[in-house]
């Protein structure tokens, strides 16, 4: 008998900061890679069914899993050591199996922490879970697979790595169908897709390159536009999101991907992120006529001094030429920030909010807190020197400040974030500008004031 498979996405922790939730594309892979190999995979996503850890051991004894994949990032690491402890508690007798990004550079502290947690898969999991099934099926020893780190004779071992994927184009499209979509699409009617694997630029502060590679992976053209009219069609979807880390890098295919859009006549919009420095005016006129509406980039800093530091790669005239041409076109840019890397100062963060305010000052921003993940420099480095203070890593939401340096103290760092927020969305004059681009901007903007107002009243006041 062939076995049977139940992937895990853990909720969120308590009072985190938490985003909307969408079939996880990870998960999704994995499972169509299973499911093409003739075996039964179903998907307990506990974000998407918005379900307790006591809700998850409902629905795990309703099946009869002879293998649970529990995948995690940093914030939802702990979590996933909680999944894999029920899941033993319910079926004694299934193999556990940790994976994601966090366990990939947490691998063998999460083998030591977690008794219930039997197998590592370290980087791109799709062929390593796919092997470990079938050495279980064909009960064979699986101490021996690569890209993993697992428990043999009392010890913990690490595998050499496995070689990433260089043909995505033959990775199936991700098992969707496991997920609840009706329910998902209530709450945000977009799907998500990726193009792309990996990154030329190597920041200090991010996980995924060092996940996926610095190489650049790329999926054609036509396999992606395959899977945009796949959706459409089967889902009558008309809304998409590219969440490559970096779009753009190649601006050739993404010429060649826009023109087989437009080729099949699909009517479709669709966002992505990339960098500042991989777009050109002549690029983004392509994307617009290809159903392109915003842009997102990892600005990360107004200061050139901060994103040196980084390894950002950029500079703040690329960033203003950039989200320049992008709103000349009509399109809307989306400028991400970090505030509070290491040698950040108070003059240097309010450079930052004024720098975004000025480049960026009618649309969105999303300013996030300098969060140390595992596996990156930025980690290293906080905890080398002692900065680290907060370990709990249920707290690394990027909204929660978690080290403070020589320049910059937590509380500051806390206070800076609240009042960039306060100084960006509660802008009188930002309010006027969405309600002139129509009543859907405008009564959004209004609740965030109206939401802030309240709840800064009833904190005054003392008011739970």
């Known amino acids: 008998m062939k076995p049977h498979v139940t992937l895990v996405n853990p909720p969120y922790p308590p009072n985190a900061h938490q985003h909307i939730p969408f079939p996880q594309l990870g998960m999704g892979y994995l499972a169509a890679v299973l499911e093409k190999n003739g075996y039964t995979v179903d998907v307990i996503d506990c974000q998407a069914l918005m379900i ?76 390593t879970l796919l092997e470990l099934v079938q050495k279980l099926e064909a009960g064979k020893p699986i101490d021996d697979v690569l890209g993993t780190t697992c428990r043999k004779d009392g010890k913990i071992i690490k595998n050499p790595v496995r070689p990433l994927i260089e043909n995505l184009d033959e990775l199936p499209f991700p098992a969707r169908h496991l997920w609840p979509l009706e329910e998902l699409r209530k709450m945000e009617d977009i799907f998500y897709l990726t193009t792309s694997r990996g990154c030329t630029a190597w920041c200090d502060f991010c996980a995924a390159v060092r996940m996926f590679g610095r190489r650049y992976r790329m999926r054609s053209p036509e396999s992606i536009v395959d899977e945009l009219e796949y959706l459409n069609k089967t889902f009558n979807a008309t809304k998409f999101t590219f969440c490559d880390d970096a779009f753009t890098i190649d601006q050739p295919r993404i010429e060649e991907l826009c023109k087989e859009i437009k080729a099949r006549n699909l009517k479709i919009v669709w966002n992505c992120g990339t960098r500042v420095d991989k777009v050109t005016k002549e690029l983004l006129i392509t994307m617009k006529d290809a159903g392109c509406v915003s842009v997102w980039f990892g600005v990360e800093s107004g200061s050139q001094e901060v994103l040196d530091v980084m390894h950002k790669g950029i500079s703040t005239s690329q960033t203003i030429t950039a989200i320049g ?111 002139r681009k129509g009543w859907m901007y405008g009564i959004s903007a209004t609740r965030t004031f109206l939401r802030y107002f309240i709840k800064t009243t009833k904190s005054k006041l003392g008011i739970n």
């Not at 899993?65 to 004694?92: D, F, M, Q, R």
């Not at 309010?350 to 807190?369: C, E, G, H, M, R």
Request: charged share 25%.
């Open 52 to 127: 307790s850890l006591d809700e998850f051991r409902t629905e795990l004894s309703k099946r009869k899993p002879n293998i649970v994949g529990i995948t995690s990032i940093t914030l939802t690491y702990k979590s996933a050591l909680k999944i894999a402890k029920i899941a033993k508690e319910v079926h004694p007798n299934c193999v556990t199996v940790l994976g994601g990004p966090h366990v990939t550079f947490w691998d063998e502290n999460a083998l030591s922490e977690c008794p219930s947690a039997d197998i590592v898969v370290r980087q791109e999991g799709e062929y």
């Open 325 to 435: 041409w992008v709103r000349e076109l009509g399109l809307t840019p989306v400028p991400n920030v970090l505030l509070g890397y290491p040698g950040e100062t108070k003059e240097s963060a309010w450079q930052t909010i004024k720098f975004v305010q000025k480049v960026s000052p009618d649309n969105l921003a999303f300013y996030n807190i300098a969060t140390p993940l595992p596996g990156t420099p930025m980690y290293d480095l906080v905890k080398e020197n002692g900065w680290l203070k907060i370990d709990d890593f249920d707290r690394y939401d990027c909204k929660t400040p978690i080290f403070e340096t020589p320049t910059m103290s937590m509380k500051e760092l806390e206070e800076i974030s609240e009042k960039a927020f306060r100084s960006f969305y509660l802008r009188p004059s930002y309010v006027l500008r969405m309600w």
